[in-house]
């Protein structure tokens, strides 16, 4: 099987997606879409968005369709809670950090005055206040990593990465969730993309 990944290194999609691909151990080649400004993306898919997959020479596109897609090709270790209940939770919460905590997070890239870059600290604030009600007392919202947890560990990690943000210090059990989630993903450091 050849498989190829439109990869851009700090798109919190695409790292979601190879946080997948690394636990199923799928092996893959990459195509850095900034090398050539999205051209070749482009050509294979019609479209600009990573990532998206060529595998055996069929086009997915989509981290929610990709992870569904490599966990029916290579069921373990699954990515989704065993319990039908706990699943359709963790799907619920996985489309929740791609579509609300990804805004909240991309408001911050998006703001052009200090007016905007406090209303963005408004709105993300009340993520983090109620991600760290969920994660105290908890390693991994499914007692062990799941799509919920990775998909929420890519968009806060991408304040880290790419917005040289930093999550407040008060919000500890976000803090120490994201510290587990480095270690189980092998990042040396918040800076650096698994
Ligand atoms: N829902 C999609 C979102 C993908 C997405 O927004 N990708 C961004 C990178 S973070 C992108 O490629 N944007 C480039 C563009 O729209 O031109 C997914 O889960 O894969």
Redesign the pocket.
């Known amino acids: 099987m050849a498989n190829r990944l439109f990869n ?1 290194k700090n ?3 695409c790292e979601k997606l190879r946080v997948v691909l690394a636990m199923k151990k799928v092996p893959y080649d990459v195509v850095d879409v900034r090398a050539d400004e999205r051209k070749s993306l482009i050509a294979f898919s019609n479209q ?4 998206t997959m060529d595998i055996d020479g069929q086009c997915i596109q ?3 369709i990709l992870a569904k897609y490599w966990e029916e090709k290579v069921p373990e270790p699954t990515i989704y809670p065993d319990n039908p209940s706990d699943k359709g939770l963790c799907l619920m919460l996985e489309d929740w950090a ?1 579509e609300d905590l990804n805004g909240a997070v991309m408001s911050f890239r998006r703001a052009k005055t200090d007016e905007d870059l406090q209303q963005a600290e408004k709105d993300l604030a009340v993520h983090l206040e109620n991600l760290d009600l969920l994660y105290s007392g908890r390693d991994f919202l499914f007692g062990r990593m799941t799509l919920a947890d990775i998909s929420i560990y890519a968009q806060l990690h991408y304040l880290y990465t790419s917005l040289d943000r930093e999550i407040d210090g008060k919000y500890t059990h976000v803090h120490a969730f994201m510290a587990r989630m480095l270690k189980e993903l092998g990042v040396p450091s918040i800076k650096e993309v698994a």
């Open positions: 851009s798109s919190m999609f600009r968005k990573g990532p989509d981290s929610t791609d």
